[in-house]
């Protein structure tokens, strides 16, 4: 299987991004900044990290990494936030830019800054 960033931003995500004979994908659903014994982080940066490792756990049960992921989808809480998850994200994916989508939204627990959703191939 291939991917091809088609039309790369700069700006860490490709206009489209195109997969060649993909063996499977894996739907990930929302993830958010909660740990497994409940616990929030009471700050973006930390909710951030935390959900993207949520987001790498379930890759991981599937068989896969973050290299995996061709479609993001990120709801922020407010625009407040979309420069530190800029640099999270840039932290924790690098070069590797799928497609994606941020949209400012309500979130589901008032506690939670933010939601991610991917879709990987393999």
């Keep these: 299987m291939t991917y091809q960033p088609?039309?790369?931003?700069?700006?860490?995500?490709?206009?489209?991004?195109?997969?060649?004979?993909?063996?499977?994908?894996?739907?990930?659903s929302g993830q958010v900044p909660e740990d497994e014994r409940g616990y929030i982080p009471d700050n973006f940066r930390d909710q951030c990290r935390l959900t993207w490792q949520n987001i790498e756990a379930r890759l991981k049960n599937a068989g896969m990494t973050l290299e995996n992921i061709v479609k993001?989808?990120?709801?922020?809480?407010?625009?407040?936030?979309r420069e530190e998850n800029f640099e999270i994200r840039n932290e924790v994916l690098g070069d590797h830019q799928p497609a994606m989508t941020i949209v400012i939204a309500g979130i589901y627990d008032d506690q939670w800054l933010l939601e991610i959703e991917v879709v990987a191939a393999d």
């Design 6 to 28: 088609i039309e790369p931003t700069g700006a860490a995500y490709s206009q489209a991004y195109a997969v060649s004979s993909p063996k499977r994908f894996v739907f990930v």
């Design 72 to 81: 993001i989808t990120i709801f922020l809480a407010s625009r407040q936030f």
